[in-house]
């Protein structure tokens, strides 16, 4: 659908630039040739040539060629708001209009003389050059971002207001480009209604980057998972849709979407997350009793990185005073971070290696341990038999990388087959213990592109790799660079224009 809507839009634009050439005075064939037109245009129209080179620019170059066929409009004595947006919108019904009715004529440049832009008009233009200049910038240099959930506390808390740099790993040309402008994936004040038209779809291209992604990089992503939501708004990517087609109907599709309202997100509006990436591709990963180790080294810990200890004391709790001052603790988030241990005198308390320090040292404590996390089943890649992995004893893992060559065989098929299938586009089936890949049988598999590993610092709360694989490249949207903000009950004065690490 999408390749016949920007055949017909081509096709539309150049046939009414023939049409409009020939009423002009310009030999028609001219406005067939990709540039040759709009040079023609720009002399005929007496604007200054350094416009038609800057419209070369990538990315902002395309709305300089759109502000050039406004101003060869403008010479057909089309000169309303009405007619300015027909240009940008509807070209290619627009333009073979102005071409060929007999109603529409060429006026040259005689038109503009008597023509005088009213205030209102002023302030429109202006206002449009805003947007125009807005959109630009959050697609393709920086986006503002909020963090919703406490995955990353605290590093990174709710409410923090972040600056995203597109540019370090190389912005993405949109792959969805018609959609509602400063929003994501959802319309404002709504949380269902989606912002965008899925009609057209554009190829996945990364302009050159800066940087790559590097080990321990906060990184904002995709949400890999987001690609099929259950439209509700409890639902969505907290509550995934193939958590609850797992195991609350148990592999039934068709059950689960007469049941609930379903949508697929284009990979570019699914929901963005925030992680820190972990894994780098070809790395090996393995956590023991809730300890990340990469290649056998111990991974880096984050100074406020988060994980619950097993707090057993005297009989009696920790002071109210030294819960709030020392550890932050309060009664409005409370529950959050500190609940009972299974016993008296014991407690479950999510804090940072730092605040584990104070309170061993309190007099009525008797230990302090790490909690381990015992369960097993909600771990990626779901497969219990092959992969018995835990959220605190999970690995070893090899996360994939662009060129490497796995076995495919019943053991690795839960680990690779959502990269073989949605990552990177082909048609899998199993017959018999076998598998085909587009109807040729495989024994192994190499890897389009690179993965990477993300898990947030708060590791007992994050919905991270760990429950839900690798994330790939075409995925990354950009590092996370400042906190340019941040609010609870007033500014966090302290955290405003703080670097991310």
Same mark, same amino acid.
């Given at each position: 659908?999408?390749?016949?809507?920007?055949?017909?839009?081509?096709?539309?634009?150049?046939?009414?630039?023939?049409?409009?050439?020939?009423?002009?005075?310009?030999?028609?064939?001219?406005?067939?040739?990709?540039?040759?037109?709009?040079?023609?245009?720009? #002399?005929?129209?007496?604007?200054?040539?350094?416009?038609?080179?800057?419209?070369?620019?990538?990315?902002?170059?395309?709305?300089?060629?759109?502000?050039?066929?406004?101003?060869?409009?403008?010479?057909?004595?089309?000169?309303?708001?009405?007619?300015?947006?027909?240009?940008?919108?509807?070209?290619?019904?627009?333009?073979?209009?102005?071409?060929?009715?007999?109603?529409? %004529?060429?006026?040259?440049?005689?038109?503009?003389?008597?023509?005088?832009?009213?205030?209102?008009?002023?302030?429109?233009?202006?206002?449009?050059?805003?947007?125009?200049?807005?959109?630009?910038?959050?697609?393709?240099?920086?986006?503002?971002?909020?963090?919703?959930?406490?995955?990353?506390?605290?590093?990174?808390?709710?409410?923090?207001?972040?600056?995203?740099? %597109?540019?370090?790993?190389?912005?993405?040309?949109?792959?969805?480009?018609?959609?509602?402008?400063?929003?994501?994936?959802?319309?404002?004040?709504?949380?269902?209604?989606?912002?965008?038209?899925?009609?057209?779809?554009?190829?996945?291209?990364?302009?050159?980057?800066?940087?790559?992604?590097?080990?321990?990089?906060?990184?904002?992503?995709?949400?890999?998972?987001?690609?099929?939501?259950?439209?509700?708004?409890?639902?969505?990517?907290?509550?995934?849709?193939?958590?609850?087609?797992?195991?609350?109907?148990?592999?039934?599709?068709?059950?689960?979407?007469?049941?609930?309202?379903?949508?697929?997100?284009?990979?570019?509006?699914?929901?963005?997350?925030?992680?820190?990436?972990?894994?780098?591709?070809?790395?090996?990963?393995?956590?023991?009793?809730?300890?990340?180790?990469?290649?056998?080294?111990?991974?880096?810990?984050?100074?406020?990185?988060?994980?619950?200890?097993?707090?057993?004391?005297?009989?009696?709790?920790?002071?109210?005073?030294?819960?709030?001052?020392?550890?932050?603790?309060?009664?409005?988030?409370?529950?959050?971070?500190?609940?009972?241990?299974?016993?008296?005198?014991?407690?479950?308390?999510?804090?940072?290696?730092?605040?584990?320090?104070?309170?061993?040292?309190?007099?009525?404590?008797?230990?302090?341990?790490?909690?381990?996390?015992?369960?097993?089943?909600? =771990?990626?890649?779901?497969?219990?038999?092959?992969?018995?992995?835990? #959220?605190?004893?999970?690995?070893?893992?090899?996360?994939?990388?662009?060129? =490497?060559?796995?076995?495919?065989?019943?053991?690795?098929?839960?680990?690779?087959?959502?990269?073989?299938?949605?990552?990177?586009?082909?048609?899998? !089936?199993?017959?018999?213990?076998?598998?085909?890949?587009?109807?040729? !049988?495989?024994?192994?598999?190499?890897?389009?592109?690179?993965?990477?590993?993300?898990?947030?610092?708060?590791?007992?709360?994050?919905?991270?790799? #760990?429950?839900?694989?690798?994330?790939?490249?075409?995925?990354?949207?950009? %590092?996370?660079?400042?906190?340019?903000?941040?609010?609870?009950?007033?500014?966090?004065?302290?955290?405003?224009?703080?670097?991310?690490?």
């Amino acid at each position: 659908m999408g390749l016949i809507l920007l055949i017909i839009g081509t096709i539309g634009w150049h046939l009414g630039m023939y049409g409009m050439f020939k009423k002009a005075g310009i030999a028609p064939w001219k406005a067939l040739v990709p540039f040759y037109n709009t040079w023609e245009i720009v #002399r005929i129209t007496n604007i200054r040539r350094y416009w038609f080179w800057l419209q070369l620019i990538p990315i902002a170059g395309q709305f300089i060629t759109i502000w050039i066929t406004i101003i060869f409009v403008m010479h057909f004595k089309r000169v309303n708001l009405i007619h300015h947006t027909l240009t940008v919108l509807f070209p290619f019904l627009y333009f073979p209009y102005l071409g060929f009715s007999e109603k529409e %004529k060429w006026y040259g440049a005689d038109v503009l003389k008597h023509y005088h832009k009213p205030a209102s008009r002023e302030w429109i233009d202006a206002g449009i050059f805003a947007v125009v200049a807005a959109t630009i910038i959050r697609t393709f240099v920086f986006e503002a971002y909020v963090i919703p959930t406490g995955s990353m506390e605290k590093t990174l808390l709710i409410n923090d207001f972040l600056f995203v740099n %597109k540019m370090s790993y190389g912005p993405r040309i949109p792959q969805t480009p018609l959609s509602f402008p400063f929003v994501h994936n959802t319309m404002p004040f709504s949380k269902t209604l989606p912002s965008y038209i899925k009609g057209v779809q554009l190829p996945y291209k990364r302009l050159p980057a800066f940087t790559e992604v590097k080990r321990n990089d906060v990184v904002v992503f995709n949400f890999p998972e987001g690609d099929t939501i259950i439209n509700l708004p409890d639902y969505g990517s907290a509550v995934t849709y193939y958590d609850v087609l797992r195991y609350q109907f148990k592999g039934d599709r068709d059950a689960l979407n007469a049941q609930f309202p379903v949508i697929v997100h284009p990979m570019d509006k699914t929901d963005n997350y925030i992680k820190r990436c972990v894994g780098m591709p070809g790395d090996v990963l393995q956590i023991k009793e809730g300890k990340l180790f990469v290649n056998d080294q111990p991974a880096f810990v984050a100074p406020g990185s988060q994980t619950e200890y097993l707090v057993e004391t005297k009989g009696t709790a920790l002071s109210d005073d030294f819960l709030k001052e020392e550890l932050g603790i309060d009664a409005d988030n409370a529950e959050s971070q500190i609940r009972p241990g299974g016993k008296a005198g014991v407690y479950i308390i999510n804090m940072t290696p730092g605040e584990m320090e104070k309170v061993k040292k309190q007099p009525n404590v008797v230990s302090v341990a790490p909690f381990i996390d015992t369960q097993v089943g909600m =771990t990626f890649p779901h497969d219990e038999v092959n992969y018995p992995w835990t #959220r605190d004893n999970f690995g070893p893992l090899t996360v994939p990388k662009k060129g =490497t060559t796995v076995p495919v065989n019943a053991q690795t098929i839960a680990m690779y087959r959502r990269v073989i299938v949605t990552y990177e586009n082909n048609k899998l !089936e199993e017959n018999n213990g076998k598998f085909f890949i587009d109807g040729k !049988e495989i024994t192994n598999y190499t890897f389009k592109q690179n993965y990477y590993w993300m898990m947030g610092d708060n590791r007992h709360n994050s919905q991270d790799s #760990r429950f839900w694989g690798f994330v790939p490249e075409t995925n990354i949207v950009g %590092k996370a660079s400042l906190i340019w903000f941040s609010w609870n009950k007033g500014p966090r004065w302290k955290r405003l224009f703080n670097g991310i690490n």
